[in-house]
């Protein structure tokens, strides 16, 4: 039997890559790759014709699919844009914020027409970071460590693991993280925890409790305490001002 924290972790992996269980034909694996690598290359003209091409084999017809899936299909391709992204140069905070702000643009969508448009847009934006990866200040150690941080998020981070990840000392990645960032790993790492477990306050009627263990703050009130510092909100005046589902009690 799963535990309650392992099933929230599957819950968390599923909203990042969201449901690659999906019911409907996935383009095949040379394609799929051929328009990762056009987006790494920049090349606007063969991803978007690629993409044309993926969706006449895997989206015929859209009126037999439900919204739902579309949108899911829809982000797993948003999660396969960022990582190409990423490897194209662009820096994975910022890859991962582009990510984030078009998870939520999807999830607003409310027709497959809308899916279609949204679609290149958010190609041609991607494409377009990467166009803009030169003028990124971090260096490749501090870009590492940040999409080591964001793959990572659910773990029990220490700064010497992220250090071995990153092939340097520890403390010579706690200089140039604080040098580069502006922040302190630790507090990066709390600045995106909270910001990782706003969905689960927004979509979930999960407890507050069960939230701060699964992102690793070693109790509810610390967790809030972080989660103030940040939004200035506390974790349940934030889910009663959005309207999310009711809090679960502890």
Known sequence: MLTIKQTMIDQFMSMRIHNKKSHHPHPSYLLEQQLLEAITRKDMDRASLLLNHINQISRVPYARRKLRTLKNSMI????????????????????????????????????????????HTMLEEFIQAVEKSDELPYSPVINKAITYLHEHILSDLTLEDIAQACYVSPSYLSHLFKKEVGLSIIQFINEKRVEESKYFLLHTSTSIADIARLFQFCNQSYYTSVFKKYVQQTPKQYREAIGAPPLKEC
Request: charged residues 25%; aromatic residues 6%; neutral net charge.
């Open 76 to 119: 797993s391709l948003c999660t396969l844009f960022t990582r190409s992204a990423i490897k194209g140069g662009v820096n994975p905070e910022t890859a991962f914020q582009l990510n984030e702000r078009y998870l939520q643009k999807i999830e607003d969508l409310t027709t497959a027409q809308a899916i279609r448009q949204l679609e």
